[in-house]
């Protein structure tokens, strides 16, 4: 695995890098409010871009 460094250049990373799982975790009281649904809105869609991203 690799990453972009400050110059644009590609740095092989010095140890095997292990998957990161994150999770969210709302009270049902907040299941229709709706700044909570957009706010895990995004986090889904940065989500899945994201691991679009480490796919390719």
Do not use: K
């Amino acid at each position: 695995m690799s990453a972009i460094g400050s110059s644009g250049t590609h740095l092989d990373c010095p140890f095997d890098v292990v998957p990161l799982v994150e999770a969210l975790w709302w009270h049902p009281v907040h299941a229709r409010d709706a700044g909570h649904a957009w706010l895990r809105e995004l986090f889904a869609r940065v989500g899945a871009a994201v691991q679009r991203g480490a796919r390719n």
